[in-house]
């Protein structure tokens, strides 16, 4: 009877330790599940690029959408550009996705996502190299 008091307790112990635990963990992670959308704008008027999603949390940004190459010739290695401003209008940040080669009328998917805090803007253009 004393033994099956002790295991109780232990079990009683352990589903409070859990229920604790979670509770922390929520609070920890709540500023990181406050999403706000993001204002972009797009530089290239060719090839086509279409943002689906742009969306930014105290400390990701993430931006999802398409690139349609409405050109009647190959694109050959080039990268797309996203330059991050803060709310300031001050550039945080340069970041680059490689598209190898883009046929003509082809239409790419992107969903890129950057570590970085405070981002309140964003610009995309299509590049030929990295600066």
């Known amino acids: 009877m004393n033994t099956v008091k002790k295991l109780f307790k232990y079990v009683i112990l352990l589903i409070v330790f859990y229920i604790i635990t979670d509770g922390l963990i929520w609070l920890a992670t709540y500023q990181n599940r406050q999403i706000q959308t993001v204002s ?7 090839p086509v690029i279409a943002v689906e999603d742009c969306e930014t949390s105290s400390v990701r940004v993430r ?35 490689e598209i190898k080669y883009l046929n003509v009328d082809e239409k790419l998917k992107f969903n890129e996502e950057f570590s970085y805090k ?6 995309i253009s299509l590049v030929n190299e990295k600066k």
């Open 63 to 97: 931006i999802s959408g398409t690139i349609q190459n409405d050109t009647k010739e190959l694109i050959d290695k080039c990268y797309l550009r996203f330059d991050l401003f803060d709310e300031n209008t001050i550039q945080v940040a340069t970041e680059y996705k």
């Open 40 to 46: 972009y704008s797009i530089l290239t008027k060719s």
């Open 118 to 123: 405070n981002i309140s803007s964003i610009e």
